[in-house]
């Protein structure tokens, strides 16, 4: 009987250990929305418009007509 508790107990602390470390976000480090604790990805991911940062910023050079990297001159 001592045996089947402790083989009940065991297995519980295994599977609520295992939960609690399965943490979904996006897990890569250059999207937007990365997400440091997770550990699992779940395809959320976004990334900036080509020349802009995440907040929605232009991160380069705005031409004469207000094209962030535009080329009017």
């Known amino acids: ?9 065991l297995s519980m602390l ?5 939960s609690e470390h399965q943490i ?3 897990t890569d480090n ?8 997770a550990n699992i990805d779940n395809n959320t991911c976004w990334y ?14 705005i031409d004469c007509n207000g094209d962030c990297g535009g080329d009017a001159v």
């Open 1 to 9: 009987m001592k045996i089947l508790v402790k083989i009940l107990f």
């Open 14 to 18: 295994w599977f609520s250990c295992e």
């Open 24 to 26: 979904y976000g996006c």
């Open 30 to 37: 250059t999207a937007c929305n990365y997400d440091y604790e």
């Open 48 to 61: 900036p418009e080509i020349n802009y940062n995440c907040e929605g910023d232009c991160i380069i050079d």
